[in-house]
Protein backbone atom coordinates (compact mmCIF):
# COMPACT_ATOMS: atom_id res chain seq x y z
CA UNK A 1 0.00 0.00 0.00
CA UNK A 2 1.63 3.23 -0.84
CA UNK A 3 0.35 7.02 -1.82
CA UNK A 4 -1.54 6.82 -4.74
CA UNK A 5 -4.72 7.95 -6.14
CA UNK A 6 -7.68 6.12 -7.86
CA UNK A 7 -10.96 7.41 -9.00
CA UNK A 8 -12.31 3.87 -7.50
CA UNK A 9 -12.78 4.17 -4.02
CA UNK A 10 -10.87 1.46 -2.46
CA UNK A 11 -11.33 0.62 1.16
CA UNK A 12 -8.29 0.82 3.41
CA UNK A 13 -7.04 0.49 7.19
CA UNK A 14 -7.76 3.50 9.09
CA UNK A 15 -6.01 4.82 12.16
CA UNK A 16 -7.84 7.86 14.40
CA UNK A 17 -6.35 8.97 17.68
CA UNK A 18 -3.56 6.56 17.19
CA UNK A 19 -5.62 3.39 17.27
CA UNK A 20 -6.58 1.45 14.37
CA UNK A 21 -10.58 1.70 13.45
CA UNK A 22 -12.28 -1.48 13.93
CA UNK A 23 -16.02 -1.82 12.90
CA UNK A 24 -17.93 -1.69 15.90
CA UNK A 25 -20.78 -3.77 14.50
CA UNK A 26 -18.51 -6.58 12.71
CA UNK A 27 -15.38 -5.85 13.73
CA UNK A 28 -14.05 -5.20 9.82
CA UNK A 29 -10.73 -3.28 9.15
CA UNK A 30 -10.92 -1.48 6.19
CA UNK A 31 -13.35 1.36 5.14
CA UNK A 32 -13.87 3.66 2.55
CA UNK A 33 -13.51 7.46 3.72
CA UNK A 34 -15.93 10.01 3.23
CA UNK A 35 -16.30 13.82 4.33
CA UNK A 36 -19.18 15.80 4.70
CA UNK A 37 -20.23 19.40 5.38
CA UNK A 38 -22.11 19.36 8.62
CA UNK A 39 -24.33 23.19 8.08
CA UNK A 40 -25.68 24.85 10.95
CA UNK A 41 -29.29 24.83 10.07
CA UNK A 42 -28.75 20.82 10.98
CA UNK A 43 -26.44 21.29 14.68
CA UNK A 44 -29.33 24.04 15.75
CA UNK A 45 -32.14 21.35 14.79
CA UNK A 46 -30.56 18.65 16.37
CA UNK A 47 -28.69 20.64 19.46
CA UNK A 48 -25.71 19.78 18.11
CA UNK A 49 -23.79 23.32 18.22
CA UNK A 50 -20.35 20.77 18.54
CA UNK A 51 -21.17 18.97 15.28
CA UNK A 52 -21.36 21.90 12.89
CA UNK A 53 -18.40 22.09 10.66
CA UNK A 54 -16.50 19.37 8.66
CA UNK A 55 -16.89 15.29 9.63
CA UNK A 56 -14.77 12.29 8.63
CA UNK A 57 -16.87 9.26 8.32
CA UNK A 58 -15.88 5.84 7.64
CA UNK A 59 -18.09 3.07 6.10
CA UNK A 60 -17.34 -0.37 6.91
CA UNK A 61 -16.17 -2.70 3.57
CA UNK A 62 -18.55 -5.17 5.26
CA UNK A 63 -20.91 -4.42 6.71
CA UNK A 64 -21.54 -0.87 5.95
CA UNK A 65 -21.38 0.96 9.12
CA UNK A 66 -20.64 4.59 9.48
CA UNK A 67 -18.21 5.79 11.96
CA UNK A 68 -18.16 9.38 11.74
CA UNK A 69 -15.53 11.77 13.65
CA UNK A 70 -15.39 15.36 13.37
CA UNK A 71 -12.79 17.33 12.38
ZN1 LIG B 1 -18.63 -3.72 9.84
Given amino acids: M ?3 SSEVPTAQPV ?3 GVDLKCDHCGH ?3 YQG ?3 LHTLTGTLFGL ?3 E ?4 YYTCERCRRMHWFQQ
Fill in 29 to 31: DRF
Fill in 53 to 56: GSAD
Fill in 49 to 51: EAF
Fill in 35 to 37: EAQ
Fill in 2 to 4: GLF
Fill in 15 to 17: QRG
